[in-house]
Each structure stands twice: as structure tokens, then as C-alpha cells.
């Protein structure tokens, strides 16, 4: 799919982080959907490709075929914004970092 300039230039900008396969903490969570998650996952869910990204640090993670983010640990987790980009995938911003676990979900909660 082409996007407008303006829209490619944020897509081109998460491009930029650095991959990093041992990275824990992040504060931006893109999810990307992919096929229905039944039968091996959810049954009302869609698997998705999650890329965790640290501002801080310019480094990325990317997990695949997760079926759910959970908040475990946190009661007043600070989140800054929440979208819905044009490719369908949506961002999830912190105001801070977050640690993460991978289990069949993904858990976020405990902050640096």
C-alpha cells in the first residue's frame, strides 16, 4: 500500500530502532494483526506481531503471534496515547518505560 509522504515519514522513523532480541523495558507497543487465533489461542482474538520499542534507548523487540496484552502489575499504568494507524495496526504509548513478559500473552507492568 503507498501512503501520502507525511505518512510514510512515521512509519520510516519506528524503522529506525535497532533491533535488540534481549530488550525487557519499553514504553511503545505497535501491534500489528494478523489471522484469527482459533483454535490454538484465544478463540475470540486475533494473533498479532507485537514490536515493543525503548525511546530511550533506540531499540526494538519484536515478538510474534501473541493473542492478548495483559496489565498485571500496575493499577494506574500512565499511558499517553493510544491509535490506530493507517495500516490497520495499533500504537500504544507510555509515559514511561515498562517491563514486559512473554508467556502466550503479553504482560506489561513494572516500570524502571
Known amino acids: 500500500m503507498e501512503y501520502p509522504a507525511e505518512v510514510q515519514e512515521r512509519i520510516d522513523l519506528l524503522n529506525t530502532y535497532i533491533e535488540n532480541p534481549k530488550l525487557t523495558y519499553a514504553n511503545i507497543y ?44 500496575e493499577k494506574d499504568m500512565s499511558i499517553k496515547m493510544i491509535r490506530i494507524y493507517a495500516d490497520g495496526s495499533t500504537i500504544i504509548v507510555f509515559r514511561k518505560l515498562y517491563r514486559f513478559d512473554i508467556f502466550q500473552s503479553v504482560s506489561i507492568g513494572e516500570y524502571v
Open 30 to 73: 505497535h501491534l500489528y494483526p494478523k489471522e484469527i487465533a482459533y483454535p490454538n489461542g484465544f478463540y475470540d482474538s486475533r494473533f498479532f506481531t507485537l514490536v515493543c520499542f525503548n525511546s530511550e534507548t533506540n531499540e526494538k523487540r519484536i515478538i510474534e503471534n501473541r493473542d492478548g496484552l495483559s496489565f498485571p502489575f
